[in-house]
């Protein structure tokens, strides 16, 4: 998952682990393929089983003036919170409206808590910390988008759990997610200037945003 950055101790207990192994399961083929690339492996070892969904409690949306944009995940170089700020930053130059919530923890917060004061969206963003359970269910019942930036992601649960609750969803197209969904908005990891369009384009089109959550 961290490409070029990863640590070469966790390379090697990785390896062991695969060599140890009867069977290797990857969530997605993305996934599969890039073990095959990194990794030694054995013919016949590898697997590849897309992960399931547990349903999160169903809990009514709750009206508001003020539209929200969610990211829930890691706050991790991977996950790609950065991004997520910079296409915000975008956003609310058209939009100052819009509010942003970034649910989860990590090591990256105080990068991000700085970048926000930067991006002059200290007004508009909100660091919501760990959310489970009906917490989490509410914050995307509340929302009318939902991004998943990721830099590299082998699935991508949280595309899923959005999707529950009837939220237009936007996820890079190289996710392991992308494999078994037809729907949702897909951009090229990284793409900023693409995710920030699509995202106003949500947020001031009526139509657009039904046949995003629909679909």
Known sequence: RRGEHAL?????????AIDAAARVLAVSQRSATTLEREYALQPGKLRVLH???TPLPQVPAVPS???VVLY????SLQKGPDL???????VHARLPQVCFVLAGE?????ELE?????LGLADVVRFAGFLDGRALAEAYAGAAAFVMPSRAEPFGMV?????QHRVPVMYPQDAGAAEVLKSGIRIAAGDIAHAAEQLRRLLTDRSYWEETAQA
């Open 8 to 16: 070469s101790e966790v390379r090697r207990i990785e390896q062991a």
């Open 84 to 90: 997520f700020l910079q296409a915000a930053a975008r």
């Open 106 to 110: 990590g090591s990256l917060y105080p």
């Open 114 to 118: 700085k970048l926000a004061l930067e």
């Open 159 to 163: 595309v899923l759990e959005a999707m």
């Open 72 to 75: 829930t995940g890691r706050l």
């Open 65 to 67: 003036t003020q539209p």
């Open 51 to 53: 992960n399931a969904l």
